[in-house]
């Protein structure tokens, strides 16, 4: 049966009225109210079944007071109305308010029930006794089932909020990860650029122009973290610990995008060499710690790929740069190998950005080592994931 189309406004406007109309015309023909009095207490028996679709709780205690009129006054019509009355709000399919005529219903039939095996004569003990039962007992069976209803209609709307709350944040995630793939790797070159620029410049005027650009270009960076701050924390405690963290997951993922930009960098450029990864994070970057944690080892690896292109020669020079991954640790290995012992330019390694990123990764509890010889280099860093917070 298509309940959807027994929704509809037109049937929710006439099927009741009909029905009603059509009960109203069998009573009529086969069992007739006897007198005004009765006629009116039918009439307005019906005025409060209909109220109970549109006021539920006042139509209900409406329809006892009425329907015991009618049992006092000892007409046998009543129940034949809540009947209809029922048919009518089934086929509107709202079952709630079938509930409440129904409990209507049970009140008033058992009234008339009681009075049927009494003569008028007789005292009216028990009729009155199982209306006041009634007065009793309805407002507690539709108050608590309006309550049960307004619980339900709150959790349908908290679960609709946060289904929309659920859309914007992976949209807002999505945008974010754009942004960061985008821009945030090559911003960061730029900057370690300058910076490199600043120990290598002795004119005054160059050396104020590179620090001025460093300063913009901190700037910058920080104005893009803000960015996709806001894009992923916009909907609370929830999507600020899933949300931001949520774009460097895996981050192995993060660290295999650094090695294949700056292999084909690399190789372009015609220094010989090769970077792998392997192993997996698992769950490591996802606490709100993993953020900062995480950036310091992408920074080195950076800082790794920098020192590969600035200080290898391009056809004489041979690099192998690998990283493991693990739930525990981070390591990272490289090793660069050249024909032509240069000592000075290996010894130039140990300064400047190189030895800020040994010191951090130190004050974050890892580990970092340097092997220097004329014509080989080794590098080794290990940076326990669970020290710096990410397994927390």
């Given amino acids: 049966m298509n309940y959807e189309a027994l929704r509809s406004p037109q049937w929710a406007r006439y099927a009741p009225w009909g029905l009603v109309a059509l009960i109203t015309l069998w009573e009529t023909w086969f069992m007739p109210p006897i007198g005004p009095l009765a006629t009116t207490i039918t009439a307005l028996h019906f005025l409060a079944l209909l109220s109970i679709p549109r006021f539920p709780v006042a139509g209900g205690i409406a329809t006892v007071l009425v329907g015991t009129a009618c049992s006092l006054s000892n007409l046998q019509s009543g129940p034949t109305q809540i009947w209809?009355?029922?048919?009518?709000?089934?086929?509107?399919?709202?079952?709630?308010?079938?509930?409440?005529?129904?409990?209507?219903?049970?009140?008033?039939v058992t009234a008339q029930t009681v009075q049927t095996m009494y003569?008028?004569?007789?005292?009216?003990?028990?009729?009155?006794l199982a209306t006041f039962i009634g007065w009793f007992t309805v407002p507690c069976i539709i108050g608590g089932f309006l309550r049960q209803r307004r619980k339900i209609a709150q959790t349908q709307t908290?679960?609709?909020?946060?289904?929309e709350r659920l859309r914007a944040n992976e949209q807002g995630i999505a945008t974010a990860a754009?942004?960061?793939?985008?821009?945030s790797g090559e911003l960061a070159y730029v900057l370690r650029a300058a910076q490199r620029q600043q120990r290598l410049t002795h004119d005054a005027s160059a050396l104020a122009a590179w620090k001025d650009a460093e300063e913009h270009l901190v700037l910058a960076r920080q104005g893009l973290d803000d960015v996709i701050s806001q894009l992923t924390s916009s909907s609370g405690d929830?999507?600020?610990?899933?949300?931001?963290?949520?774009?460097?997951?895996?981050?192995?993922?993060?660290?295999?995008?650094?090695?294949?930009?700056?292999?084909?960098?690399?190789?372009?450029?015609?220094?010989?060499?090769?970077?792998?990864?392997?192993?997996?994070?698992?769950?490591?970057?996802?606490?709100?710690?993993?953020?900062v944690r995480s950036t310091v080892i992408a920074d080195m690896l950076e800082?790794?790929?920098v020192n590969i292109e600035k200080h290898l020669p391009a056809r004489t020079g041979h690099y192998e740069l690998s990283v493991l991954c693990s739930?525990?640790?981070?390591?990272?290995?490289?090793?660069?190998?050249?024909?032509?012992?240069?000592?000075?330019?290996?010894?130039?390694?140990?300064?400047?950005g190189l030895q800020l990123h040994r010191r951090a990764i130190e004050q974050a509890g890892?580990?970092?080592?340097?092997?220097?010889?004329?014509?080989?280099?080794?590098?080794?860093?290990?940076?326990?994931?669970?020290?710096?917070?990410?397994?927390?």
């Fill in 84 to 108: 209809g009355i029922m048919l009518a709000l089934g086929l509107l399919w709202d079952r709630s308010r079938t509930v409440i005529a129904a409990t209507a219903w049970l009140i008033t």
């Fill in 119 to 128: 003569s008028p004569s007789d005292e009216l003990t028990l009729p009155l």
């Fill in 158 to 163: 908290a679960e609709r909020n946060m289904r």
């Fill in 178 to 183: 754009r942004i960061h793939d985008s821009i």
């Fill in 238 to 291: 929830d999507v600020d610990r899933h949300g931001r963290d949520s774009i460097r997951v895996p981050l192995e993922q993060r660290l295999a995008d650094i090695l294949r930009r700056w292999d084909d960098r690399l190789r372009a450029q015609g220094i010989d060499g090769g970077c792998k990864i392997s192993g997996s994070c698992g769950n490591a970057a996802d606490t709100p710690t993993a953020d």
């Fill in 303 to 305: 800082e790794l790929c």
């Fill in 327 to 352: 739930p525990s640790a981070v390591e990272i290995t490289e090793l660069c190998t050249w024909e032509t012992p240069q000592q000075s330019r290996v010894r130039s390694t140990r300064s400047g």
């Fill in 366 to 392: 890892g580990v970092f080592y340097i092997n220097e010889q004329p014509n080989r280099w080794e590098c080794y860093l290990l940076v326990p994931l669970a020290i710096i917070g990410i397994n927390d």
